[in-house]
């Protein structure tokens, strides 16, 4: 009998990794039928979609609140999705919010749950394991801190390494990717990421771009510095259009260029980064292109999120390496004239810019091995013939 998966991820990080894991299961048994909600990677291994993560990817606590009636819509079809096609398994990735929700109507239904990609238990205190440990038949991690955390639970869990680790690479020889931005010899070029969300970017960029102001007059300015000329590399990210970005950028007189489809060569073959929270510092990590963490959001979310963080920081590199190895620039600490000092600091201390790359390596060796989307993929098919009912 054909075998069933609704699986659901509501963000460009979930669907990446979503996409990731179908195709290796496609691979092993090209007859599973496969539905839900995610992005355009679940889509092009065959994946039905009832909803887009374009229509999904709200920032922040407040802006969640101001869409809870369409997440409620979402919720309902979905629910509906379960009594209609009566999956054998279910996938969730990561999406706290709704995947928790979803999960409890999951269960009701008696059909298994497995959870990729764990909800950052670590970062917002462990009240969501107890829920965890419920709701969830297999939990598949990717830090190796989380595993203890959920065998202290008593929740059936496996670290399986970061699936980045088969991604994160550049497609085009440094030299190459130069000469296409039209970076010469004697310019270095800085690389911007500032989100793959509307709201992301329109706080985060006009900062990154005023970091650039100051940080190129910084570099004219010194006497017998070399290079002096910057160029600025900024990723576009598939969920973000064009038109958003160019309206900031037609109030700056930087040198830039507009990258697209080559985030990783634009990480790797930049002198330095200005980088968003999220999955994209990672990514920075494993490509070990030094790089600082600039992260804005409204104020009332702010609020929120500071008083329920319970870790020290929010860049996922310092996670991982239990210290602050990359400074971080949050909120009201975003100051251009602060983060473009840090940054001219880094490009003038060949010490400091080595010790970070060193820092950066020893995070890329802490995530595991490569193989992640094989490993977990094996693990579905082990489930889909062992029923946890």
């Known amino acids: 009998m054909r075998k069933k998966i609704i699986i659901i991820a509501g963000e460009a990080s979930g669907d990446l990794h979503a996409g990731g894991l179908l195709k290796e299961l496609k691979r092993i ?6 539905f839900g909600m995610g992005g355009e990677k679940m889509k092009d291994v065959g994946a039905e979609l009832f909803f887009h993560i374009k229509d999904l990817s709200f920032m922040g606590f407040f802006e969640v609140l101001k869409n809870l009636a369409f997440v409620k819509v979402v919720l309902k079809k979905m629910t509906e999705l379960l009594d209609q096609r009566k999956p054998d398994l279910a996938i969730l990735v990561d999406y706290p919010g709704f995947n928790l929700k979803f999960a409890k109507r999951i269960k009701k239904r008696k059909i298994p749950i497995l959870y990729y990609i764990s909800p950052q238990i670590w970062a917002w205190g462990g009240k ?6 419920k709701l969830v038949d297999k939990m598949l991690v990717v830090f190796p801190f989380e595993e203890k955390i959920y065998q202290d639970a008593q929740v059936d869990v496996k670290f399986i390494g970061h699936p980045l680790l088969d991604i994160v690479k550049s497609k085009t020889e440094r030299e190459e990717f130069r000469q296409r931005l039209g970076v010469k010899k004697n310019e270095l070029l800085l690389g ?4 793959s969300r509307e709201q992301e970017v329109s706080k985060i960029l006009p900062i990154m771009l005023e970091v650039c102001e100051n940080l190129t007059q ?3 300015s010194t006497k017998g510095l070399t290079p002096k000329n910057i160029k600025i590399g900024i990723s576009l990210a598939p969920t973000i259009q ?7 950028l037609a109030k700056t007189k930087l040198d830039f260029r507009l990258v697209k489809h080559s985030n990783y060569d634009l990480m790797e073959h930049s002198a330095f980064l200005l980088v968003k929270s999220g999955t994209s510092t990672l990514e920075a990590a494993i490509l070990g292109t030094p790089f600082v963490v600039i992260y804005k959001t409204g104020f009332l979310s702010w609020l929120l999120a500071k008083n329920m963080l319970k870790i020290p920081y929010i860049c996922l590199p310092n996670i991982v390496a239990g210290k602050k190895i990359v400074e971080e620039f949050i909120q009201y600490g975003a100051k251009p004239n602060l983060i473009a000092s840090s ?6 201390d060949k010490d400091k810019y080595e010790t970070t790359k060193k820092n950066l390596l020893d995070v890329k060796n802490r995530l595991g091995n490569k193989g992640a989307y094989q490993k977990g993929a094996e693990i579905v098919s082990e489930i889909l013939n062992v029923s946890f009912v």
């Open 128 to 133: 969501r394991i107890v829920k965890i440990k």
């Open 192 to 195: 911007l990421f500032p989100g």
């Open 29 to 34: 048994n090209h007859q599973i039928e496969l």
């Open 343 to 348: 940054v001219y600091d880094f490009l003038t």
């Open 242 to 248: 064009k038109g958003l970005v160019e309206k900031f």
């Open 218 to 220: 910084k570099m004219k």
